[in-house]
């Protein structure tokens, strides 16, 4: 009866916090961070809120006391202003209960099955890359500034420019001029899409030399795999998920060494690969053993175009580089 006595408290709050303008921005999804709260209570708690639409969300909590990590996979509720979230985790052969509200950037919330309840305060917070709005450095090729698409092409028409990005739009988009070994950079945005799933959520793709695809994608809280972000098409799967929420500006810092081939054209070295998302590691010098599907050609090359992918929805790109590797 505790459990369910609580669900109910929540729900109740919950009702009278409804009178929210429905175009607001869902401020319920994204990063949460904190401190668990309480007299006998030491460590911290995180949440990643996933919208799901339908005034739904998914929610994993993670505490983090006494050295150990304990994770939780709750259910949601809320309207993008205010939440409620419930749900219980197995751990030392005992179960745990959770419940936490969501109102105004403050998560408040309770794990009762210990000899007294913990609390918890959580705050919204934004994290930002690194490497987000990094200069083109010294001896790099400027690819999109933000004021022009004069370095890409496509057939019959490019992509909608605007407030220093440009959006996906029929068909894929593809740089004039070709490029090989180095570090590529570039920056992206995945839009909220809340009633999508898979990979009708957010999908994209940059292909390195028009033959590589690391996937864009909004996979945002969810475990990493070769077809979710950071993931080299049906090749390697990310160390991490290291995405961020949809709406969030994100970047790729990739490292490319492309094949090698001897004087008769035959290929002697694959291709490799090291690249980080949002700044943090997710692939470590990965050999490549081909191209990926989708791409330019099914053949591996010293040089290629860089392929932005259209698979219909509108994700966003910006602040795009690439620096030669050094001779």
């Known amino acids: 009866m505790k459990r369910l006595a609580g669900v109910m408290v929540l729900a109740i709050l919950f009702t009278a916090g409804m009178a929210v303008a429905a175009d607001k ?10 401190q668990l709260t309480g007299p006998d209570a030491q460590g911290t708690m995180s949440a990643k809120v996933i919208a799901l639409g339908d005034n739904s969300y998914n929610a994993v909590f993670e ?35 959770i419940t936490a509200r969501a109102l105004n950037g403050e998560m408040t919330g309770e794990v009762t099955g210990f000899d007294s309840p913990v609390g918890f305060k959580l705050n919204r917070v934004e994290k930002k890359s690194p490497t987000l709005g990094a200069p083109v450095p010294e001896g790099g090729v400027v690819i999109f500034d933000g004021t022009n698409e004069d ?9 909608a420019l605007g407030n220093g990005e440009m ?82 500006w994100q970047t790729y810092d990739i490292t490319f060494t492309a094949a090698k081939f001897d004087e008769t054209g035959k290929k002697i070295e694959n291709a490799r690969v090291t690249a980080k998302l949002n700044g ?33 929805d509108s994700v966003s790109f910006r602040n795009i580089w690439f620096q030669p590797a050094a001779e």
């Open 25 to 34: 921005p869902d401020v319920v999804h994204g990063n949460w961070e904190g």
């Open 280 to 312: 943090i590691l997710i692939h470590d010098n990965v050999t490549l053993t081909g191209p990926t599907p989708g791409g330019v050609s099914d053949q591996d090359a010293p040089q290629g175009p860089i392929l932005l992918q259209n698979h219909g």
């Open 167 to 248: 959006t996906v739009s029929r068909p894929s988009l593809i740089t004039v001029d070709e490029y090989g070994s180095g570090t590529y950079h570039l920056e992206y945005k995945t839009p909220f899409m809340a009633n999508a799933r898979g990979q009708a959520r957010g999908n994209s793709g940059v292909y390195v030399m028009g033959r590589y695809e690391l996937q864009v994608l909004d996979s945002y809280g969810l475990p990493p795999a070769w077809d979710e972000a950071g993931g080299i098409y049906k090749q390697a799967i990310p160390l991490v998920n290291a995405s961020l929420p949809p709406g969030e």
């Open 63 to 97: 505490a983090n006391t006494d050295g150990e990590t304990h994770s939780a996979e709750l259910q949601g509720h809320g309207d993008g202003q205010v939440g409620v979230f419930w749900g219980k985790v197995e751990a030392g052969g005992s179960t745990m209960y």
């Open 151 to 159: 370095k890409w092409k496509a057939v019959p028409d490019k992509w």
